[in-house]
């Protein structure tokens, strides 16, 4: 029988890991990945045990636990990648006789059912808002609060956000706008900017002074990806005291902000335009059920022939913050 290696330290354990991920063609993010839930493994058996990480003790009295922790503090999602990892990584050192062979199981944990998920909240009322907007101007972090007011002021998708140029924003005092692309009708539709997302933009556009960009935000190789808009958001939400806040969320509250300003619903259906009349009723019956339901009622959905009145787009027009939504 060939004899049992003496662990390695922690780091040296690590460091040969991604070596043996690496020779298997892995990608590097999936090794940067692997790097990372097995360096979480290693802090947290380090902080409950006060020693150091050693396989064969976490593996004796450690993987209940630590299963345990992290059903407790992360998503489905997040704990079924990092039991894989570590299924990977003990596999891995059971076969470089790190580990003595034996029997082990991880067991991967299901999404909960649909009826048995949590309700998840469908928009941010007035007081978030504002709580959110504030928490991102104190912190300082520009790019943040452009991507924060352009979704709840303005409305943009994330897709319009990541595709948004500084060719399409005209910040001139008496007539800012943003101008995006709309799938529907193949062409710009300008979009008025309010006081505080022109500003927020003027400011970003300054800050990007020395080094000209196409895109208004941009990532690494170019526009910023719909990802990392959408950690963004999670990440400036979760520093507010707002949590599970996506940019679908926020898109929603926007849609809100119109209703509830007093705006007539067969009107602003008919300005959305009959393809997207069912997902604004939703957007509304989701919010009007939370919150409203015993202050406003759901009007009957327009007909197709519905068209906006002329005091209508007046009002629109003169509603920079509420004067086009697009589905």
């Not at 808002?129 to 991102?136: A, G, H, N």
């Amino acid at each position: 029988m060939s004899p049992i290696q003496k662990p390695p330290q922690p780091e040296l354990l690590v460091a040969e890991f991604c070596d043996f991920l690496r020779q298997a063609g892995k990608a590097r993010s999936t090794i940067r990945n692997r790097r990372g839930d097995i360096h979480a493994l290693i802090r947290w058996f380090e902080s409950g045990r006060r020693s150091p990480f050693d396989v064969e003790s976490f593996v004796a009295s450690g993987i209940e636990d630590y299963r345990e922790w992290l059903r407790s503090h992360f998503k489905v999602s997040t704990v079924n990648r990092r039991l894989t990892s570590l299924n990977i990584f003990l596999r891995w050192a059971s076969e470089s006789k790190i580990l003595r062979k034996r029997e082990y199981s991880i067991i991967r944990i299901a999404p909960l059912p649909i009826d048995l998920l949590p309700v998840q909240r469908a928009t941010l009322d007035k007081a978030e808002q504002t709580q959110l907007i504030e928490r991102v101007e104190s912190s300082g972090d520009l790019r943040g609060l452009v991507i924060i007011r352009l979704m709840l002021d303005c409305g943009l998708r994330v897709s319009e956000i990541c595709a948004l140029e500084w060719g399409h924003v005209i910040l001139a005092k008496e007539d800012a706008t943003l101008s995006v692309r709309s799938p529907q009708l193949h062409a710009l539709i300008k979009v008025p900017l309010p006081d505080k997302t022109c500003e927020a933009l003027a400011a970003l556009r300054q800050s990007q002074a020395s080094e000209p960009t196409c895109h208004v935000l941009t990532g690494r190789t170019g526009s910023i990806s719909p990802r990392a808009v959408e950690m963004t958001v999670t990440r400036l939400s979760r520093r507010s005291g707002l949590a599970d806040v996506t940019a679908k969320i926020l898109r929603r509250s926007y849609v809100m902000n119109i209703f509830t300003s007093g705006m007539d619903y067969a009107a602003l259906t008919a300005l959305l335009g009959n393809r997207i009349m069912q997902l604004t009723r939703e957007y509304i019956s989701i919010q009007l059920t939370a919150s409203l339901s015993d202050v406003l009622s759901l009007p009957r959905l327009p007909s197709s022939s519905a068209q906006p009145s002329h005091s209508t787009e007046a009002l629109l027009l003169n509603r920079p913050t509420l004067s086009l939504i697009r589905s």
